[in-house]
């Protein structure tokens, strides 16, 4: 791949994902873009270069997209956020929500299904604390194909095995053949759709619990900053959001703050005593805490 | 240092296991079947014990009941580490007093996750 052709890579992919590639980077996006070439007969990265530069072919342009920008992921990756969200924000949400007994969770880049099913088995867990309400589990991702995967909930044994405690796999999952299916229950409790951060998802409406991990890691700090601002938009009162352990709102936005204690987790800012903005409907996460 | 028996009649299996374990910072022993094991298990207690189904004399599942009926035989945790990959077989092991169950073919990461899911390594090691 010649230094031109990496440079129209780094633009398009920018452009259509918000991915930063940088130099370091060169690499993946020759591991991950080759099998696009072998697949559509395409003798060199530069020829695939070449038909991008056409901007004719769609399908392929979604190709290389969906291959720069799926990562790998696990049931329960992390693991602390899962607990933070068993322990602080579910309990938190159905105290604040009790009047109107409705729950709202997005998962902004759900990849190929692990982590709104992680959520869903959590829900399912909390059991009669949540008898009656309406839970809605939106998992939104770019790539198409990763999509209609998760919607399939078929793992393999080695996915099934990270994470997620056996108890759970022989409760929520399956048997088919050497895969695993999650059961249609808990399939039936997620609404998949394909969303690009960079365009607006206003029209998904509010969430109580935004999980946004391990994505913003790839964008630039302007995208970070526009991206984090219009999740806050959507972030109901007293909502959190959870972002990946490298990742911060610290010096991109003044609408989020860290909640103190809990890594990775941000809440609305409280406001500037002075400051000539609207008041808040209800207060901060940290002090529906307690903390 | 945690300690890890690995009750596994095949020389391949325990050696990887060994490897992946002692990469985990475990201190690892071996057994070539259940009898073994229990006699190690009898001898010092380990901590944590990758347990094979299939084996001669005293197989995986009667080695399990023996052990937890032994003194402190409730402390160890053991992970079910069998090609019997079938829920039948994974309900049945959990009933037996199996903590967790890993499927074979594993690999690094699989065995670390189900030790840290066990609370025998830290996350970061994992």
Excluded at chain 1, 17 to 24: K, N, Q, Y
Excluded at chain 1, 45 to 66: C, I, K, M, N, P
């Amino acid at each position: 791949m010649t230094d031109l052709d990496f440079e129209f890579l780094r633009g398009f992919l920018k452009t259509r994902s918000g991915l930063a590639m940088t130099a370091e980077k060169r690499y993946l996006v020759e591991s991950r873009l080759t099998p696009i070439c072998r697949q559509r007969g395409l003798a060199s990265l530069h020829d695939l270069v070449a038909q991008l530069r056409l901007g004719h072919d769609t399908a392929l342009e979604r190709a290389v997209v969906e291959a720069m920008t799926t990562n790998e992921t696990f049931f329960f990756r992390d693991r602390v956020p899962f607990d933070l969200f068993r322990d602080v924000l579910l309990p938190q949400a159905i105290a604040r929500n009790a009047a109107r007994r409705r729950l709202r969770i997005w998962c902004a880049a759900s990849s190929t299904g692990q982590e709104p099913y992680s959520i869903a088995m959590l829900l399912q867990e909390a059991g009669p604390r949540l008898a009656g309400w309406q839970v809605e589990l939106v998992a939104t991702d770019l790539s198409l194909e990763v999509i209609e995967r998760a919607k399939s909930g078929v793992y393999s044994h080695f996915e099934v095995q990270r994470g997620l405690p056996v108890q759970w796999l022989i409760k929520y999952f399956t048997q088919a053949g050497e895969q695993w299916q999650i059961t249609p229950a808990l399939r039936s409790m997620v609404d998949y759709r394909q969303i690009n951060l960079l365009n607006g998802f206003e029209a998904l409406g509010s969430f109580d619990v935004v999980f946004c991990r391990n994505v913003l890691i790839y964008f630039d700090a302007p995208t970070k900053a526009d991206v984090l601002n219009r999740i806050a938009a959507c972030l109901a009162p007293g909502g959190a959001l959870v972002l990946g352990a490298a990742e911060t709102v610290i010096g991109l936005t003044n609408r989020l703050a860290p909640v103190p204690e809990h890594r990775g987790l941000y809440g609305h800012a409280a406001p500037a005593p002075a400051a000539a903005v609207p008041a808040p409907a209800a207060a901060p996460l940290r002090a529906l805490a307690g903390r | 240092m945690k300690t890890c028996l690995v009750v596994d009649d095949s020389a391949v299996i325990r050696k990887v296991a060994r490897r992946i374990v002692e990469m985990l910072g475990l201190q690892v022993a071996e057994a070539e079947d259940g009898a073994e094991g229990l006699e190690q298990c009898r001898a010092a207690m380990p901590d944590v014990i990758l347990l094979d189904w299939n084996m001669p004399n005293v197989d995986g599942y009667m080695f399990l009941q023996s052990l937890r009926r032994m003194p402190d035989g409730d402390r160890p945790k053991v992970l079910f580490c069998t090609t019997e990959n079938d829920v039948g077989a994974i309900a049945r092991a959990l009933r037996a007093g199996a903590d967790e169950y890993i499927m074979k073919p594993f690999d690094r990461d699989i065995l670390a996750a189900k030790l840290e899911q066990v609370g025998l390594v830290q996350a970061h090691a994992a």
